[in-house]
């Protein structure tokens, strides 16, 4: 049997739990702290001044060292200024170390210096899971702070006066949940529920409230006295709190669930309803470890954009526990990042996301009766990296030629219509094609098969083609004329040089042994006579060497051998599309795509012409 729905701080008995001990603002506790300061005195003897008075050198706890800039790996973050106003602060632990009940000589975390403000968005992130895990085990009072931040407010301003054991929820999945007991638990028993216990349904074990004690019986049958009792508050919960419930669970896509045993639920669904129990539970502040893990990609951002929403309402106020290699959710704002015994507290900003590059709003594309795509939303901004996938016939190429602007109803897209389609921030049908070819680099297979194989075209001269944006060599040195203005002398040499720096990356002296000094000559070679990995790889060349604000690469690997995709795909992850180019890439594999899921990498997914985001 799954165990309880979520941690819930209910004035559990032990020491180390939401008590006087570890919340003196109450009034009990400021009793009790005067008392516990006298006996730890008594027991530590000179390390409890050191404790208090934060002497690093003989508490354990090394001098911080001066804030610097820390990139995140996904998305990348830099962290930059502490905040320290207090004002309307959620959470405030003034310069203080933290040490576990009974240890006053090792301190777990060392000058810590964090708050938490209303309308900032948190995350706390660690490599290693015991820190975090510790660090949200501190607010709920499991661990000491040395000194304790000062009365009146003390830990949590925004709940003063209220109990702070009353306020606080945590849901983890970072760790490990223990069983209530010793005994060995049968993880098989959900493929075959035959025990009465294991017939118990997710409704009757998290949200027994919200079962009809009339199961469906008519008003006119039931017993006269219901609607007294109701009034009372005996047999069922108000109207608001019915309301909000339903609205809970379609949110996170549990309405089917609530009435199946629970033992039959999946970890991801399970992990679902747990924290849902702890949101219906109206906390003020919910701390959620690793809410993500175990989440299949469709259920994730549906949770994301419900935790958004709540915590922007402050219903309740939401801080999320992540791993290092977990992607950083877009309305995250701050970030604590724990090493070690140190926690350095930022704003996050993010840095390598800027314009808008692509604006769709309520696309459609449909020829008579037949709907190729309908209700697509989608920005696509500099710095973001895509995943676009869907099966075949799902409308992937129709959407890829949106983008370029090659497809007819591209014009058509217009506020009349209750539609809009801008790229680089104008409507397509007000951007000149040979512009507009210019800022988009292409690798497809319709490209592929289309572009000229004339005798004579040399791999530089396919190469230099992508600058404008063409399939005829122009201009001196083959690297264009320019759009819509004439080149200058340096930009002429810059492409010269890109042209050069491609080619070297890109071509036979990085993915063919022995070739140190292939570049010069594999320019030079003439384009149709090469093979179809190679012809692949000189069009890639082509879609990047301008360094187009957009890039679109739809199935591009196909035919080129392993090491050459390996190079590939380092030479895009390393620097060969920059943080002011946005790239989509149309693949069925997620291994095709250079970037990982820490790296930043977003996902849609066209299903019948409509988009999945994930």
Not at 125 to 144: C, P, V
Request: net charge negative.
């Amino acid at each position: 049997m799954k165990g309880t729905a979520e941690t819930r701080v209910t004035g559990q008995p032990t020491a180390k739990l939401l008590n006087e001990r570890t919340f003196p603002e109450t009034s009990k506790g400021r009793a009790r702290a005067a008392q516990e300061r006298v006996e730890e005195g008594a027991e530590a003897g000179a390390e409890q001044s050191v404790t208090v008075t934060g002497s690093d050198q003989q508490s354990g706890c090394a001098r911080a060292a001066p804030e610097a800039k820390v990139i995140l790996p996904a998305p990348k973050i830099i962290f930059t200024a502490i905040i320290t106003s207090t004002s309307a602060a959620v959470v405030h632990i003034p310069k203080a170390n933290i040490y576990r009940f009974g240890d006053a000589s090792r301190p777990v975390f060392c000058d810590v210096n964090w708050t938490v403000n209303e309308n900032e968005n948190w995350a706390v992130i660690s490599s290693a899971s015991h820190e975090k895990h510790d660090f949200l085990q501190t607010l709920l009072g499991h661990l000491r702070i040395s000194p304790y931040p000062p009365p009146p407010e003390g830990l949590f301003p925004f709940i003063y006066p209220e109990d702070p054991r009353d306020q606080i929820s945590i849901v983890s999945f970072g760790n490990r949940r223990r069983a209530s007991s010793g005994a060995f638990y049968d993880y098989t028993a959900r493929y075959g529920a035959v025990q009465d216990e294991d017939r118990v349904t997710l409704r009757q074990h998290m949200f027994p409230e919200t079962i009809d004690p009339f199961g469906g019986i008519p008003e006119e049958l039931r017993d006269p006295t219901w609607k007294e009792n109701q009034m009372n508050g005996a047999d069922s919960l108000s109207p608001e709190r019915h309301a909000l419930f339903d609205s809970l669970v379609q949110k996170m896509g549990l309405a089917a669930l609530l009435d199946l045993p629970l033992i039959a639920l999946s970890n991801g669904q399970t992990r679902r309803a747990r924290i849902l129990r702890a949101i219906w539970n109206q906390p003020q502040l919910l701390l959620l470890d690793e809410p993500l893990t175990g989440l299949d990609v469709k259920n994730r951002p549906n949770l994301l954009n419900l935790l958004h929403d709540l915590h922007s309402t402050r219903s309740p106020r939401v801080i999320l526990g992540l791993r290092l290699h977990d992607p950083v959710p877009e309305w995250i704002t701050h970030v604590a990042l724990l090493r070690g015994t140190s926690i350095t507290s930022t704003p996050a900003l993010k840095s390598h996301v800027g314009d808008i590059v692509v604006d769709m709003k309520n696309i459609k594309v449909q020829y008579q009766d037949r709907k190729v795509i309908q209700n697509l939303n989608w920005q696509i901004r500099q710095g973001e990296r895509w995943h676009l996938q869907g099966e075949n016939g799902s409308g992937k190429t129709t959407l890829l030629s949106l983008l370029t602007g090659d497809h007819p109803q591209s014009y058509t897209q217009l506020a009349v219509n209750s539609a809009h389609l801008h790229l680089f921030g104008r409507p397509r049908h007000r951007i000149p094609t040979p512009h507009l070819q210019s800022l988009i680099g292409v690798l497809s297979p319709e490209m592929f098969d289309a572009f000229p194989r004339r005798a004579g075209m040399s791999v530089w001269d396919v190469v230099g083609t992508g600058f404008d944006g063409t399939f005829v060599p122009r201009g001196r040195h083959a690297v264009g004329t320019g759009v819509m203005r004439e080149l200058t002398e340096e930009d002429v040499t810059w492409r010269r040089e890109r042209c050069a720096e491609v080619i070297a990356a890109l071509g036979p002296a990085a993915w063919s042994p022995g070739h140190d000094d292939a570049a010069a000559d594999f320019e030079k070679r003439e384009f149709v006579d090469l093979g179809v990995g190679e012809q692949r790889m000189v069009l890639l060349m082509r879609a990047l060497v301008g360094r187009p604000q957009l890039v679109l690469l739809d199935e591009v690997w196909s035919g080129m051998d392993e090491r050459m995709v390996n190079v590939a795909k380092r030479y895009l992850r390393e620097g060969g599309v920059g943080d002011d180019q946005a790239v989509v890439v149309i693949t069925h594999w997620d291994d095709e795509v250079p970037w990982r899921t820490e790296d930043g990498v977003k996902r849609i997914r066209l299903e019948k012409g409509e988009p999945t985001f994930f």
